[in-house]
């Protein structure tokens, strides 16, 4: 591993890339990018996995991927490669391609990356960074990184500790960053729903009746529940009613609960199943875990700011705060 990495190497070893491909075949080669995506990973980390994520994503959102593999602690390295994603659209005979650029630094060569990442993003499209590091984005260089990104996309599902990180994104929010969390992306499904259990009519007339919101989770989903029970409670605000939800840790998932008057809603996981119920009725539906993939290709589908999830997690990372304190 060397000590530096030049990008207009890079960038001439991309070149080379396109051209040699130009010459296989009479079909051509249809060059895609719609984004430069920056993906942050520890080099412990299935690579194998996680390139058949990213080449998922790639026919829906062709990107110039740049993969930045943390080697942790050592002497000051940094090295890269540079290869291609290359598909066939059903029924089509030339390739479409995106450029995949793969660079390895050690922790004391991260301050360097910027200066090396700057010039290989693609000139006026977006800079998608996914950061899958829990470690990195504690570190002062992560910052650094950040700026470049038009939209930052982070997972606190499996952070150590759910009150630092919710309050660690919710600054980055007030500063004026774009941000986006896996951990809310993953309750789409309870969202949707619960919105539609107020379609009916009956349901939506008790609305007013609701005075207590619970939410109950266990490991892995403290930023979920705090999430859950804050865009709850900020939904319901919307329509004059202030409820201050209870959120406990208990159980081996996640469970919400709207009550008040004659009206009870429960919504709960159960294995792949998530359980609905209003009253004495209830209905089952499947909710298969969501994949790395499926998330992201939501989350890269929004490059402007979310503000429904910038209310949940300011409010989330209040909720959390406070009840630390008491």
């Known amino acids: ?19 040699q491909e130009g010459k296989h075949g009479d079909a051509g080669v249809l060059r895609a990018c719609s984004m430069t995506l920056l993906v942050v990973a520890e080099a412990s980390e299935d690579a194998s996995a996680l390139g058949e994520t990213v080449a998922a ?10 993969l930045i593999r943390l080697q942790g602690d050592g002497e000051r390295a940094l090295s890269e490669r540079v290869y291609q994603q290359c598909w066939k659209p059903f ?29 290989l993003a693609v000139p006026d499209l ?5 950061c899958r590091s829990a470690r990195l984005a504690q ?16 997972d606190s599902g499996s952070a150590a500790n759910a009150v630092e990180s919710l309050d660690r994104m919710a600054e980055g929010v007030r500063r004026g960053g774009t941000i986006a969390d896996l951990a809310w992306t993953r309750l789409t499904r309870w969202r949707d729903t619960l919105a539609r259990v107020f379609e009916n009519r ?44 209870v959120v406990t840790p208990q159980g081996e998932s996640l469970w919400l609960e709207l009550s008040g008057g004659s009206l009870r809603i429960e919504l709960s996981r159960q294995d792949e199943r998530l359980i609905t119920v209003v009253n004495e009725q209830s209905n089952c539906t499947n909710l298969p875990r969501p994949t790395d ?6 989350e890269l589908g929004i490059v402007r700011r979310d503000a429904t999830f910038e209310g949940a997690l300011t409010s989330a990372a209040r909720l959390a705060s406070g009840q630390q304190r008491s």
């Open 1 to 19: 591993m060397s000590a530096t990495v030049a990008p207009d190497a890079i960038l001439k070893e991309l070149a080379a890339l396109w051209t």
């Open 57 to 66: 994503l790639m026919p829906e959102h062709p990107a110039r991927t740049i």
């Open 91 to 119: 029924g089509q005979r030339q390739q479409i391609c995106c450029e995949q650029i793969e660079i390895t630094a050690s922790d004391a060569a991260l301050a360097d990356l910027p200066s090396v990442i700057l010039p």
């Open 126 to 130: 977006p800079v998608i960074l996914w």
């Open 139 to 154: 570190r002062p260089e992560f910052a650094s990184l950040a700026m470049m990104a038009t939209k930052i996309v982070m």
């Open 202 to 245: 009956d349901t939506l007339g008790r609305l007013h009746e609701i005075d207590t919101v619970q939410v109950r989770f266990g490991p892995g989903y403290e930023t979920a529940a705090w999430y859950l029970a804050a865009w709850t409670v900020n939904s319901l605000g919307s329509v004059g009613q202030v409820v201050r939800p």
């Open 293 to 298: 993939y499926l998330l992201m290709r939501e």
